[in-house]
């Protein structure tokens, strides 16, 4: 009589173990799934942009250089900068279009803390209405879904 109860016991202790295993097991799976799921999210996010997936700030950089580079052409002989007209007046005279290149917030107003207005996805094209102010923003315009909307992105975001 005293074999069974020692039995009973021994297979409720088999029972309990088989569980906390194979609960290990599902946790580890579950862990393992989820790494490789999430594993391309980029953890370098440019300041003032609350999205998961965006190119790192190399690129940033390598953009905001180029526009400078276009807003100071040199003087091939001299190589003196000289600046025109154009390049100096607040407003463009005619709209034109440009690209966004990341994820970018068009805010109300010019400024890091302006409230968000949308996140645009890469590749949305947005009409400028104005030049870049000392910030870096301009103002600008684009269709989502039918409904023209206006408000101001930094200009490292686009090209």
Same mark, same amino acid.
């Given at each position: ?34 790494k490789s799921l999430f594993s391309g ?34 003087? /091939?002989?001299?190589?003196?900068? +000289?600046?025109? @007209? *154009? !390049? ?7 709209? =034109? ?23 645009? /996805?890469?590749?949305?094209?947005? +009409?400028?209405? @104005? *030049? !870049? ?7 600008? =315009? ?18």
């Open positions: 009589m005293g074999r069974k109860k020692t039995d009973n016991n021994d297979n409720q202790l088999l029972g309990i173990v088989a569980v906390i295993v194979i609960g290990i097991f599902v946790i580890g799976v579950i862990i393992i799934f989820a999210i980029d953890k370098d996010v440019p300041k003032g942009i609350d999205t998961g997936t965006i190119a790192g700030a190399g690129s940033i950089s390598k953009i905001a250089s180029e526009q400078e580079s276009q807003k100071s052409p040199e003087n /091939s002989k001299t190589g003196k900068k +000289t600046e025109t @007209s *154009a !390049e100096t007046t607040t407003t463009t005279a005619e709209p =034109t279009t440009k690209t966004v290149l990341e994820y970018a917030y068009l805010l109300d107003k010019p400024a890091e803390d302006g409230e968000h207005i949308i996140c645009m /996805s890469p590749g949305i094209e947005v +009409t400028l209405l @104005s *030049a !870049e102010d000392e910030n870096g923003y301009v103002k600008a =315009t684009f269709n989502n879904m039918g409904t023209q909307l206006t408000g101001y992105v930094h200009s490292s975001y686009i090209a």
